[in-house]
């Protein structure tokens, strides 16, 4: 997916307005935006779309079933996972078909996409194994064992795997094996994690209310309080960090001035969010799932009006 340029972004919103007013589709709007980029963020069963441009939430698609986790693969479609439901699915951006990944998942919660884009790795929160998925047969294909619960979990350029382990760590894993190769400690309940391909640094996400700054050596975990907010999923671009609060919405914090730049509108059941950057971001030159949600919509009402002032 290639995210809309600032000099085409104008252009841009202007035709998904034109497409909103067409077709009813939902938006939530809220505030004012700085950063150009749109989020793929779980709420409930529903996949939202949060432009932080205009700060304007849409509706991609509901699943129909209780969300946890979500990453595209490399065609550009989600995968994604529900928790409570034990279950690993993908959403078609093209044909806007479901489909089920076959296998037993042991509360199936945060994913990473694998080097060579073939296979994604699915953290089993709800016992002490990582699964590994075949995306090109849609099946699971094993799994890591690495002795606590897992949480965040991706690679990082090199190639190298890390995992939050028993919310109370991070840890660099063989993807192998599953052998536990370091670990640094991160008391203050660490879930959601992340690699910034621009930085070098891992980011996780704190259920304590803030976030660590990790290199991948593993060699310190400088912690940032963010009060009165308790993190989930977690995204980096660069220069801004994207936390999903749980049960909330999402915040865009600035990593230049320390300072958060904007709240979502209201996602009920708000759990996490895409990679914006990497492994298991949307792949460029790939349309956004939003654009074809909104074109398709856009097409029916365009059509539905066209009858009903036929008949007129």
């Known amino acids: 997916m290639a995210f809309p340029s600032s000099s085409t972004n104008c252009l841009t919103r202007k035709f998904f307005s034109l497409l909103l007013l067409v077709s009813g589709a939902v938006v939530l709007t809220s ?25 304007t939430v849409t509706s991609v698609d509901n699943t129909g079933v209780g969300l946890d986790s979500l990453m595209f693969d490399a065609q550009g479609n989600i995968v994604y996972d529900s928790y409570s439901g034990g279950t690993v699915g993908r959403y078609n951006v093209t044909t806007q078909v479901n489909t089920s990944v076959t296998g ?3 509360g199936p919660a945060d994913m990473a996409l694998e080097p060579g884009g073939t296979s994604a790795l ?7 194994t990582i699964s590994r998925v075949n995306l090109t047969t ?20 090199a190639g190298h795997l890390f995992a939050v382990l028993g919310l109370n760590e991070v840890a660099q894993i063989d993807p192998v094996t599953g052998a536990i190769l370091k670990t640094i400690s991160t008391p203050d309940q660490p879930d959601g994690l992340t690699f910034d391909p621009t930085t070098g640094m891992l980011y996780v996400a704190s259920d304590g209310g803030g976030f660590y700054t990790i290199p991948t050596d593993l060699s310190t975990a400088t912690f940032t309080s963010v009060p009165g907010e308790v993190f989930d999923g977690i995204a980096s671009s660069g220069s801004d960090l994207l936390f999903v609060i ?33 492994l298991g971001a949307p792949p460029t030159g790939v349309p956004e799932p939003l654009t074809l949600s909104l074109f398709a919509a856009g097409l029916v009402g365009a059509v539905a009006m066209r009858r009903r002032n036929s008949k007129a």
Request: glycine share 14%.
């Open 104 to 106: 037993s998942f042991a």
């Open 138 to 157: 849609s099946a699971a294909s094993g799994s890591l064992s690495v002795g606590a619960r897992p949480d965040g979990v991706t690679y990082d350029n």
């Open 31 to 55: 505030g004012d935006a700085v950063a150009d980029q749109i989020a793929y963020v779980t709420g409930g069963t529903t996949i939202w779309a949060w432009d932080t441009t205009t700060n």
């Open 246 to 278: 749980r049960n909330t919405g999402g915040l865009e914090f600035d990593l230049s001035t320390m300072t958060t730049v904007e709240t979502s509108p209201f996602i009920s059941g708000a759990d996490d969010i895409a990679p914006l950057a990497g």
């Open 122 to 128: 699915i953290s089993d929160a709800g016992g002490t």
